[in-house]
């Protein structure tokens, strides 16, 4: 039935009229053979340009352009370079160098690969105003079906608006084989919706923002898939598989249909988004986004399950500055948001304080929100990352992203509802001792 959403056009419960500009999810062992065709219907007379990494090449992008020029479609190739820190990132510098390596008369891009290559990839295609299709390598993320870009830009990240897919191609055995690393941190991703999209759900209350209840449901047929069954993600049976990377896809164009990356990314995310930031500036590696959106599932599903039993909290605006020492030489650009961030901190408390409203609140995270203990044996049991040691993270530098990770994004999540509840910045090590340490 969700299928029948793509390449449509249609009214919806929410009020809008949602745009799915993806026309075709392509999963099976001869999809490589169907890209001729697919550029035939939905980017007629383009031959694209070929963005992909020394792995993903490997793995499917030279059959994949050996599919094309069989058909009469050749490609031009643009590899992405490993730098000296280790696998190509998305920020300003990699997009810019590879705007200087994508010819400017190319017409269409055929991504093939997973995170990196396919944001960067649409980020071409948005700024040249070009169609492009992805070739998924791994079921590694939800980013594949969504318009939404998450570069570091100045060593901040940010969420950009970008382009999405006209289709988007995967080959089973291609997703089974890929590291188990890439496929848990897949997992982590999808996880993260229920608490993400609580956020998404409180923000409605609060300040009166939009929210689709269509996207925020459009997975839900598919999380028993994985979510029940935890073992088969960990053993690749098809069945898991192909419930994981459809809840991908199907979270990915859940954002783009809301026009938003609220559907499925929150305070979750952000810490995640830390992590990274402070491993770039530090010219060290961090983990796969994912597995450390996982982590921060834990922490979220544990904010909100400690807001839950709250009866009557005195909300207070908790103003502080920006941690300059912490973020150095981010410190301007984390300040930009850190200051919208602020107003929004303290609208929330003037609303929170409103009779009825902590009522209306707790409702909503009782409706939504899904037990940490769930999550924690889901991904457990998958071989995912639930633990620091898992992530290569340390006790204090978690500790330190929970706790500074609401400074980076305007955006209102759980953590800046927990600080205003007085849960935070005192339950932090609590919370990371009880479910991230063992």
Known sequence: MIHDLLGQTFPCECGRTHVAPVNAMVYHEGALEELPGLFDRHAPGRNPVLLADMRTWAVCGKAAARVMEKAGRPTGLVMLPDPASGEPVCDDLTKAW???QVPGTTTALLAVGSGVVNDLAKWVAADRDIPYMVVATAASMNGYSSANIAPAIRGVKR????????????????????????????????????????????????????FCPLCARLIRDLEPGYMNHPEGVLKREPAAMEALFMALLYSGLSMTLAGTSFPASGGEHMMSHVLDMKAMAGGRRHDYHGRQVGVGTLV???????????????????????????????????????????????????????????????????????????????????????????????????????????????????????????????????????????
């Open 159 to 210: 969420v950009l608006e970008g382009r999405a897919p006209f289709a988007v191609a995967a080959l089973p055995s291609v997703l089974a084989a890929a590291p188990g690393a890439l496929t848990s941190a897949g997992l982590g991703d999808v996880i993260a919706k229920p608490v993400s999209m609580t956020d998404w759900k409180i923000n409605q209350f609060l300040f009166g923002e939009y």
């Open 98 to 100: 590879l705007e200087s």
């Open 300 to 438: 979220a599903g544990a904010l909100y399950e400690r807001l839950l039993a709250l009866e009557e909290p005195r909300f207070q605006v908790r103003v502080e500055p920006t941690d300059t020492g912490y973020w150095g030489a981010l410190a301007s650009v984390v300040d930009e948001e850190h200051a919208v961030k602020r107003e929004r901190a303290a609208q929330a408390v003037e609303r929170l304080k409103q009779p009825g409203a902590w009522a209306a609140v707790r409702a909503i995270i009782a409706e939504n929100a899904v037990s940490t203990t769930r999550i924690k044996d889901c991904l457990k049991r998958a071989g995912a990352a639930h633990r620091l040691a898992d992530i290569g993270c340390s006790r204090d530098d978690f500790i330190n992203a929970i706790l500074r990770s609401h400074q980076i994004r305007a955006r209102y999540t759980v953590l800046d509802l927990a600080r205003a509840a007085g849960i935070l910045p005192g339950a932090a090590g609590d919370i990371v001792d009880a479910w991230l340490m063992a």
